[in-house]
Nanobody, 117 residues
Framework: QVQLVESGGGLVQPGGSLRLSCAAS?????????MNWYRQAPGKERELVAS????????YYPSSVKGRFTISRDNRNNAVSLQMNSLKPEDTAVYYC?????????WGQGTQVTVPS
């Protein structure tokens, strides 16, 4: 049974940092999957904020977070992380770990990140 479990969310002041972690289990070959972090704020659509290829060589960030967020993965331990620096109030959202892309059914339960204005 595939499972993704996020951790590391919380309340942080503007300009601060947080590191989100995602522990994956149940994958027969974790490194085959691109891993993604999405977020969804109240009243807004879900947004992709970071993606990393299966072997970790390629990453993608939208302009809204580029230069502030860094995604990494550890295929030996079936884990993915998202380092978030220089956080802004507009980064407030529930952050979700995903395997394979939004068309795949592999999602974590989400972790709340709050940056007060």
């Amino acid at each position: 049974q595939v499972q993704l479990v996020e951790s590391g969310g919380g309340l942080v002041q503007p300009g601060g940092s947080l590191r989100l972690s995602c522990a994956a289990s149940g994958f027969t070959s974790f490194s085959r999957y691109a891993m993604n972090w999405y977020r969804q704020a109240p009243g807004k659509e879900r947004e992709l904020v970071a993606s990393i290829s299966g072997n970790g060589d390629t990453t993608y960030y939208p302009s809204s977070v580029k230069g502030r967020f860094t995604i990494s993965r550890d295929n030996r331990n079936n884990a993915v992380s998202l380092q978030m620096n220089s956080l802004k109030p507009e980064d407030t959202a529930v952050y979700y770990c995903n395997a394979g892309g939004q068309d795949y059914p592999y999602w974590g339960q989400g972790t709340q990140v709050t940056v007060p204005s």
